[in-house]
């Protein structure tokens, strides 16, 4: 009888043209399970990764059977700059990138990245939840990163391989730096000579001597194993490492609107559970790094490091919105 009567519809689907036809296609279409190429820099056990299993529960409760999240770990895709590229080009759909990494198509993005600017992770969060985080969102969307909500990976602080707690320790070092101007030209300000390295290459470029320094999160710094070959990490806190959870935007505008919804709201859930899990992460790590050598140290002459990095200020006021822009987001 099933069989009959799905033929007597096929029949009178043909006969009445697509009208009909259409929307058999569609649910046939939504019946199949797609696969979602997620890229994550960490492993299992990192909140990177951890965000994306969530992410991945919230939208099968909601769309049960529609989606599985195939997650690709520890790099295997790439470091931040080479998983945008693919995002770009379709061959991953979803991922977290710093903001600093997408700025070279966004560079408006750099406002977050600007040293000494923020107070703690709410000033943050006030920030991005306003209309610079709106604007921000609309000039991502525009070079086909679809924002899902904006993260926090914490606080970034200077990695050495030698004690270095004043600014002018630093004068002749190399220092790996994200491939972003802003970043080039914070370092370059205490007289370091940045290099450009992706992070996944780090470890090699600290242990064969390409670079001396660099500056991380304590959760990213225990990640990667950084106390091996820089052991020293003062804690400047000069950038809070902004995020977003973003996806590419040939996934997304294959989405009907209930599955973009359900998408944005697990994305908005899974942003929360993240910024929890990297506070977690980071005492956890802290732990990690000092029972393997590493050594925490505190600044000194802090006045120091915040007039060095002024000049940033200055100089990226005309592509960030202006110096009354970052004035107000200063006093947010």
């Known amino acids: 009888m099933e069989y009959l009567n799905r033929r007597m519809l096929l029949k009178t689907a043909t006969a009445t043209g697509t009208a009909l036809a259409a929307p058999a296609f569609v649910r046939t279409a939504a019946a199949r ?45 790439g470091g931040e700059k080479e998983v945008a590229e693919g995002t770009r080009l379709g061959s991953i759909h979803a991922s977290l990138s710093t903001v600093s990494s997408l700025s070279g198509w966004v560079p408006e993005l750099q406002i977050l990245d600007l040293p000494f600017l923020f107070r703690d992770s709410d000033h ?23 924002v899902g909500d904006f993260i926090n990976y914490g606080a970034r602080h200077l990695l050495t391989k030698e004690p270095v707690t ?16 802003l970043h080039t030209k914070l370092w370059s300000a205490f007289g370091t000579a940045p290099v450009g390295i992706p992070i996944t290459e780090t470890y090699n470029a600290l242990s064969t001597g390409v670079a001396d320094a660099m500056d991380l999160t304590k959760s990213a710094y225990a990640g990667f194993k950084l106390y091996e070959v820089v052991p020293y990490m003062t804690e400047t806190g000069h950038i809070w490492a902004s995020g977003v959870v973003f996806y590419a935007s040939g996934f997304w505008n294959q989405l ?36 393997n050598g590493g050594k925490l140290l505190k600044p000194e002459a802090f006045e120091e490091w915040q007039r060095g990095a002024q000049g940033v200020w200055q100089d990226f006021a005309p592509i960030v919105g202006g110096i009354d822009r970052i004035k107000a987001v200063q006093a947010g």
């Not at 960490?42 to 965000?51: A, M, N, S, V």
């Not at 899990?277 to 980071?282: A, H, K, R, Y």
């Open 33 to 77: 399970t797609t696969t979602i190429t997620v890229a994550s820099l960490l492993g299992d056990d990192k909140p990177e990764t951890r965000i994306w299993v969530k992410i991945g529960e919230l939208v099968e409760a909601k769309l049960p059977g529609q989606f599985k999240f195939n997650i690709v770990k520890n790099g295997a895709l």
């Open 124 to 146: 943050v969060r006030k920030t991005v939840s306003g209309d610079v985080g709106s604007d921000l969102k609309s000039k991502l969307a525009a070079q086909n990163f679809v």
């Open 166 to 181: 004043r600014p002018e320790q630093l004068k002749g070092k190399k220092i790996r730096v994200i491939q972003s101007p």
């Open 256 to 291: 009907n609107d209930e599955q973009k919804a359900v998408f944005q709201e697990a994305s908005r859930e899974g942003a929360a559970y993240f910024d929890e899990l990297i506070v977690e992460d980071e005492k956890a790590s802290v732990e990690q790094s000092l029972k």
